[in-house]
């Protein structure tokens, strides 16, 4: 049979139809994301330019401003960031053998000025010391060093230095309403000057605020004999002890957190320096930063940061629930406390020791709503915790307080909350402006009992004056 030679008939619509290829949607996706991400990415930086808001959110790092203009941004002994370690805060510290790490000079925020040297002040404070000052060095962690505060003015150290010299100006312009420096000789006029309140020494009084954020009794030990004595302190003042409760007793002090282990382990050190490099990358996007800005709105919420801790763990995590190693904490307390001690009165320095406020402590019928909430977040275990290590660090004080009974005053601050009628913590231990009024004000009553002038007895033959 013969097969026939005619190709079958195709119609050109079938050809057209087979040849015709599907249009590449997926590409068109994957390459119009970017460029939607790219032109979003631009345009929230020309609205926030427009609006102002350009610094502001260029500051914003995923929390509230203040948080993130407290938190320590870690620097090695060469000045530089450490690979793998969060970047993000405003506040630089950097590595120092044997202080852990220090506050570098020269910076400043919005919230807070470092001088020179690492102190929380306007100016530099002069190794040499003018014949009428009174420095008075204050000495201590995070609540010491104003955590949290508006500015270097609304610190309870600052507030301590107005009451001291408004003081002495109110002596001077009003002498007759203080107690003179020579009683007079009539029984009469005797009584009637005994009841005056009695003067100050009239000195230039400047309190310096020395604490660093993080640092426990350690760190201070050691920043007191090899930088704060060089400034030749007329007064210490300690107001520590809650950083003590939460660093474990295998530390020594406070360090930079993590440092170690990035050192010593190359796997993690690069997988966390690359998850942080990742991370940095993507906060600078203004699209993440305006969304979690203005959408999702962080800043309103409640958050705590207790330096140098991480924010991995909760406060009753860090607060050991073991009576050995407690009691391990306190005595690593008590001998540095001990050693502050030793060293304060063999200068003939007086020493005011005092546990820093914490927060169990207000009266409940006084709490603000937030106050309220920020207990309700530390959990039912953390009163009773922190209530044992307190009356653990509180033995401690008083011991050293029988060893050196000339040189140390001590001062409970348990019960200068508890009354308080605004509200006085912005979180577990860090005050507010109005809270480090109150701080002041029981700082100068201990102080300035030590500053009395102790009138002369009239010892002339004459009539007198």
């Known amino acids: ?12 619509y079938g050809l057209n139809r087979r040849k015709k290829r599907p249009f590449p949607w997926l590409w068109v996706i994957l390459v119009s994301i970017p460029l939607a991400l790219l032109v979003l990415e631009l345009l929230m930086r020309v609205v926030t330019g427009f609006t102002g808001k350009a610094t502001e959110l260029e500051a914003y790092q995923g929390e509230p401003l203040p948080i993130t203009g407290y938190r320590l941004k870690f620097l090695n002994s060469s000045g530089e960031p450490y690979d793998g370690l969060p970047n993000q805060g405003r506040l630089a510290v950097k590595h120092s053998p044997l202080m852990g790490y220090r506050l570098v000079g020269n910076q400043q925020s919005n919230f807070w000025k470092i001088n020179e040297q690492g102190f929380r002040a306007e100016q530099a404070i002069s190794p040499e010391k003018a014949s009428d ?5 204050v000495l201590g962690g995070s609540t010491a060093f104003g955590q949290m505060s508006s500015s270097n003015q609304t610190t309870f150290a600052s507030k301590l230095e107005i009451l001291l010299n408004q003081q002495v100006a109110t002596q001077k312009s009003n002498p007759k309403k203080f107690r003179p420096n020579v009683l007079p000789y009539y029984a009469d006029e005797l009584a009637k000057a005994m009841a005056l309140p009695p003067r100050i020494r009239e000195s230039r009084y400047r309190v310096v605020n020395a604490a660093v954020p993080g640092f426990i009794s350690s760190n201070e030990l050691a920043q007191l004999s090899l930088q704060v004595m060089a400034y030749k302190p007329d007064f210490i003042v300690l107001v520590n002890g809650y950083g003590d409760l939460l660093v474990p007793s295998t530390q020594e002090g406070a360090d930079i957190p993590g440092a170690d282990t990035l050192l010593t382990h190359a796997p993690r050190h690069f997988f966390a ?5 990742l991370k940095d990358w993507i906060y600078q996007l203004y699209l993440v930063r305006g969304f979690q800005y203005w959408v999702l709105r962080p800043h309103d919420s409640l958050q705590q940061y207790i330096p140098p801790m991480d924010n991995q763990n909760t406060l009753s995590h860090h607060l050991t629930t ?7 904490r306190a005595t690593r307390y008590y001998y540095n406390l001990q050693q502050i001690a030793r060293l304060t009165t063999s200068a003939k320095i007086p020493l005011i020791l005092a546990l820093q406020p914490e927060i169990t402590s207000r009266n409940a019928k006084n709490l603000s709503p937030k106050e309220k909430e920020i207990l309700r977040q530390l959990g039912s275990t953390y009163p009773q915790q922190v209530k044992t290590g307190y009356g653990k660090l509180q033995g401690s004080i008083e011991q050293v307080k029988k060893e050196f009974p000339k040189g140390v005053v001590t001062l409970n601050l348990n019960d200068a909350y508890s009354g308080f009628a605004g509200e006085a913590f912005q979180d577990t231990i860090h005050l507010t402006d109005e809270g480090n009024t109150v701080l002041a004000e029981r700082l100068y009553e201990a102080i300035a009992k030590q500053l009395l002038v102790q009138p002369r007895l009239y010892s002339g033959t004459a009539s007198p004056p």
Do not use: A, C, G, H
């Open 322 to 328: 073991d009576t050995q190693e407690l009691e391990r």
């Open 133 to 137: 000052e009174v420095r008075i060095f």
């Open 273 to 277: 320096n690359f998850n942080q490099s």
């Open 1 to 12: 049979m013969l097969k026939s030679s005619r190709r079958p008939y195709r119609s050109s």
